[in-house]
Each structure stands twice: as C-alpha cells, then as structure tokens.
C-alpha cells in the first residue's frame, strides 16, 4: 500500500455556488493527517474519532431518479458506497488487492434519514467521515449536500471486515489499521 506523501491540499474556489464547501479538500496520507495533529486518536479504547470529511462529487443521472426526476430513495446508499470507496483509493487502498488476500469491506446496518428530494442533473456531494474505528468494524457518518450546504440525505453506515470466503468477521488488515494510527 503507498502512501501519498508530501501531503497536498487542494484550494477550492470561492465562489457563492462553493461557499458551503470547506476551504481545502485534503489528499495525501491518513498518516500525514495524525501526525499534522488534523485527526486525533484515542489508543487507550482503540477507537479513533476523525476530524477530517471526505468529499466526493456526485452528478444525479437520468438512470438515478423515478419518472418524475426525483432521485429514487435505494440510490442514496449507493451514491455513499461510491464514495466510500473513493475514500478507501485515496487512503491507496486497493479492493483489488484486499479480495486476493480474501479480505471485503461489508455494510452491516445502515440508517438514512431522507431531508429533501434530489433531482436529475443536480450536482451534489457526498460528505464521508469515519466517526468509529473497531478491531473488525467502522462506522461512517454520510451526508449528501448541495453547495449551498442543503443537506437531501444523512446516516450512519457500519461497515464491517470480512473474511470472503467465509463471510465471517476478521480483523481490519494490519497495514490498513497503520494507515490510520501509525502515530502510536
């Protein structure tokens, strides 16, 4: 797994349609991130609280939405899953090389709370932040905004680890688990 250091930030513009949007959007290393003092770790309960939020845009295609343009409800969960794993590749995590070594990222529970219709050809983005690091699981806390800041949906989706051929649970991977508390 490599690592995207020199931490590099990205400045957004500040237009009135990106105001809502945070001032920099971080790619680089999870470990960069600790060691900057940005995500703070709690060793003593092995649960970490993350203070960074992933962003991912999301276009609301044709193909996403009911006969009357409105997003259908189930296409929330996957517009989270996209970025999920978005955050997963750029953390330089590879599902590819997690499913050789029998190793998937599952949802175990989800809750959404549904707050406005999206429609076709909104360009909207999926807020992602960790909020819970467990042995086998984490917990991340979702939201679908627009750049006015509007929230359309919101949740919580617990994600556990697994090992694939058996679907039973299994340690994170040790070099996945680094990526997030290395600073011990």
Request: with cysteine.
């Amino acid at each position: 797994m490599g690592s995207f250091d020199p931490i590099v930030f990205h400045k957004c513009s500040n237009t009135p349609e990106t105001r809502a949007i945070p001032t920099y959007i971080f790619v680089g290393s999870f470990t960069s991130l600790v060691s900057l003092g940005i995500v703070s770790v709690n060793f003593s309960t092995k649960i970490c609280l993350f203070q960074m939020t992933f962003y991912w845009p999301i276009s609301v295609y044709y193909e996403d939405t009911d006969a009357g343009g409105v997003v259908y409800h189930s296409n929330y969960l996957n517009f989270f899953e996209r970025a999920r794993t978005e955050w997963l590749k750029a953390l330089g995590v590879s599902q590819t090389a997690l499913l050789a070594d029998d190793t998937a990222f599952v949802v175990k529970r989800a809750e959404l709370e549904f707050r406005k219709a999206a429609r076709f050809e909104q360009n909207l983005i999926v807020e992602t932040k960790v909020i819970e690091l467990k042995k086998a699981s984490l917990v991340f806390h979702q939201r679908l905004v627009d750049h006015q800041g509007n929230c359309y949906c919101e949740g919580t989706v617990l994600v556990a680890c697994v090992a694939l051929s058996r679907m039973r649970p299994r340690a994170i991977p040790l070099n996945i688990v680094q990526e997030f508390d290395s600073a011990s």
